[in-house]
DNA sequence: AATTTTATGTAACTTGTGTTACAGAACAAC
DNA sequence: GTTGTTCTGTAACACAAGTTACATAAAATT
């Protein structure tokens, strides 16, 4: 995904420009930390290729998976907590081998100030964020935990375009915030209704799993 | 709560003037629906004095409280909702009698356009309801229901600024998105522990439960 | 091949919370 | 005062999820 492709862009190339002159790119590995816990952000990350995973990691070390971030969209706490000069409350990570940009907070002033084009992006992209965590509420709140593994392996299966994922009962338990056991009993039981087909290492999703 | 109170404005008296000549002011009394689930919005209301209570409703009709939107903010769903002509997934109540202004997008399109101040307002509100999302969000993944009731009597105390609050378990029971038995019986264990005295349709915070 | 590490399966148990049901207390309406 | 309504207290139970403990299986390392 090069930035030409979002939309918001079409009609204002001099945003790439900017972006571009003043960001600096960098390339991340399969699990990586982008931006960590309590770390001071002075710059917005774009993602160009791959994805970031982002946490909230309580104070006593339990982390729960917010969203992930795709190509052409941004991290956009990390945009909020810059201008506000505050410290992030979450953990991002590459999930597959990831290129970011990382764009200046001073170069954001500026795009705001001149540039609808990049507020309309900025605004979409909150948005999307903010839906996604109001669904990230909804699941903790009134969901059982086997809809939401059910759920999880679904997104992930959509991600990596193939019926089958590589994961541990354990990453999953993480991502979830819950424990390891707990994964493997409701996934033994959703084995057991046909909808999915368990490894080591890996999960596969059935017909019957995709709704 | 006047609009002259909002730190950005502070040097944009015009931004005041465009809001009050093109918004809509308008009062509702305690529990008024103000944003309904499903709604679509083309405003945005700005809270002139009062409150304004946030919540998220399940499908199934469950809800659980998101924040609570003091005077001088905004709610941001709504701004970023009708800017993506997106349907609210929340619902807003008046918390006590509340004086709200609607401002309509079309103003808010040329201030975005005209007046830093004015962004850097939106971005400040913004970051305000992220961040209380992302504290729902690890109340309910984390903590015990009884700490949840303890911090709710908390935040409901400050505001009211008195150390009894007039509410029912049944109320708190929604805004916590439990069952009124769960709450009463573990509101009289923390009230023999000593932390608060219950009556009806009051809670006394006792110096004990302030930390 | 033998050993070690990592992942999974399973059982037994505890705990927190949700559910149902009902009784009594406080309050409001008549 | 009597009646009806709303709120609270409590008990008994159901169930989802967390916990501990250990066995087996698969992969990696030596």
Same mark, same amino acid.
């Given at each position: ?21 003043? !960001? ?6 399969? +699990? ?12 917005? &990350?774009? #993602? ?7 946490? @909230? ?13 795709? &190509? ?5 706490? +990390?945009?909020?907590?810059?201008? /506000?000069?505050?410290?992030? @409350? ?9 290129? #970011?940009?990382?764009? &200046? #907070?001073?170069? %954001? ?6 540039? &609808? ?6 605004? @979409? ?10 669904? %990230?509420? /909804? ?37 979830? +915030?819950?424990?390891?056991? %707990? #994964?493997? @009993? ?7 209704? !046909?909808? %999915?087909?368990? !490894?080591? /290492? ?6 019957? !799993?995709?709704?």
């Amino acid at each position: 995904m090069e930035l030409q492709n979002i939309q918001e862009f079409k009609t204002a190339p001099s945003i790439i420009d900017k972006l571009l002159s003043t !960001g600096l790119e960098k390339s991340f590995s399969n +699990g990586e930390i982008i931006i960590n816990e309590n770390a001071f952000i002075n710059s917005i &990350p774009i #993602v160009k290729s791959g994805c970031i995973k982002v946490m @909230r990691t309580d104070d006593d070390g339990k982390e729960i998976l917010l969203y992930y971030i795709k &190509p052409g969209d941004c991290c956009i706490m +990390g945009f909020l907590g810059s201008l /506000n000069d505050q410290i992030s @409350r979450i953990k991002a990570t590459a999930e597959g081998d990831t290129t #970011v940009l990382f764009v &200046p #907070v001073t170069t %954001v002033a500026i795009l705001n100030r001149e540039h &609808p084009e990049w507020l309309d992006y900025i605004f @979409r992209i909150y948005y999307k964020c903010y839906d996604n965590l109001l669904e %990230v509420v /909804n699941a903790i709140a009134f969901k059982k935990m086997d809809e939401r593994i059910l759920a999880s392996v679904r997104q992930k299966v959509e991600m990596a375009q193939n019926d089958t994922i590589f994961i541990t009962h354990e990453q999953l338990a993480i991502e979830l +915030g819950t424990a390891r056991v %707990v #994964v493997s @009993r409701l996934l033994k039981q959703m084995e057991d209704d !046909g909808l %999915v087909i368990l !490894g080591r /290492n890996k999960i596969k999703l059935l017909e019957k !799993g995709l709704l």
